[in-house]
């Protein structure tokens, strides 16, 4: 009786190993497929140039990534504007006003330009970035296989993973 307990135990770990790799699995590939920026290192302020803040990141937006807008509601907004709006500083006919809590967020569907603002005189201040989003992340370059170290590619939760699963055969093995 006590071994059919025992092997009871057993599966039940196993089942809860394998699902929670699978969680890992998944979660893993989520986050490579989505990414979260947010707008300007100090978050959507005036007098801030937001086109040498995307130009010193070197950073490339594709389609299912999120722009994360954190400001004061209270003194700011950010519409989505087009392109003659933008250049101009034109907040009539906006596309779509962004603003809800003042940490907003807004999903790139499109590979298109995207154009936002804020409006009351502070897109004059600076307050305006276009973003250029892409279709699909580029594949990454084979890479050389000279004088080239393994990569890394344990993440965190990996290797959280890996020592929860350790943990559980100890379990099971000896108990």
């Given at each position: 009786m006590e071994d059919s307990g025992r092997t009871t135990v057993r599966k039940t770990v196993w089942s809860m190993a394998i699902s929670a790799v699978a969680v890992m699995v998944i979660l893993e590939c989520a986050a490579a497929a989505e990414q979260l920026h947010k707008v300007g290192s100090r978050g959507w302020i005036p007098d801030y140039n937001y086109t040498d803040w995307l130009n010193q990141r070197h950073e490339h937006?594709?389609?299912g990534d999120w722009l994360l807008f954190v400001f004061d509601k209270?003194?700011?907004?950010v519409l989505e504007v087009n392109e003659t709006n933008y250049e101009s500083?034109?907040?009539q006919g906006f596309i779509k006003n962004i603003t809800r809590g003042g940490r907003d967020v807004v999903?790139?569907?499109e590979a298109r330009p995207y154009y936002?603002?804020?409006s009351g005189g502070?897109?004059?201040?600076?307050m305006k970035v276009a973003i250029n989003v892409e279709d699909l992340a580029p594949a990454p370059a084979p890479?050389?296989?000279k004088n080239v170290s393994p990569p890394n590619i344990l993440s965190r939760q990996m290797i959280v993973l890996i020592a929860f699963c350790v943990a559980m055969a100890w379990f099971v093995l000896f108990l």
């Open positions: 937006f594709y389609v209270h003194s700011y907004n500083c034109n907040d999903q790139l569907t936002f603002l804020s502070y897109c004059w201040g600076g890479a050389s296989t």
